[in-house]
C-alpha cells in the first residue's frame, strides 16, 4: 500500500493537524510487471491427438526468484478435464514456448524452460495440485491466487483428458526468495 498527499507526494496536513491522504492497493502481479517488468504469461494451442495428453509445462529456472503462479485459463472445443500436476521426475521436451512479458517496454526474458503447443513428452506426473473441468468450447480460470509458487528447478505441467483442441494459458511473476 502506498500512501501520498492529496496534491502531491508529501502528505498534507490540515490547520487542525489531521492527515490528508489517498491510497492505493496494487497486487504482487501488478507490481511485478510495473516495477520490476517480471509478470508473464505463456501459452499453448494445439489439437490433442488422444488422452490425458500434457498441454503445457513451465520450469522455474531463476537462482534468485520463485515463480509465483496467479492464474491458469483452461479452453477446449470439447469438454474436457485439466489436471495440474507437479513434475517429480523426467525430463520435459517438445516445442519449445516462450514466456511473454506483460510489461511491453521492459525487455527482461522469463528465467524458464517450458513446453507447449505441441504434445510435451518425457515428465512424469506427481502430485495432483488441481482439476478444472470446462464443457465444449467454453473456458475458465483457476486462480491460484499467488499460491502456487514454483522455487528454483520446479515444475508444473497440465493434461488434457479429451482429444479436443485446446488452449491455455499460465499467467505468473518472479519475487525475490
Known sequence: MAF????GNIPDVTDDHQLKITGSV???LEYASEVNG???SWSSSFATAGTDVEVISIKNTSSSDVLVIDEIVVCATGACVFTLFEVTSGTSAGTTITGQNLNLSSGLSAPATSYGNAAVTGSLSGNTLAYQCVTAGDSTILDTKGGLVLGQDDEIALTASANTTVYVT???HYKEL
Open 26 to 28: 496494487e497486487s504482487d
Open 38 to 40: 517480471k509478470a508473464y
Open 170 to 172: 499460465l499467467i505468473g
Open 4 to 7: 501520498r498527499g492529496v496534491t
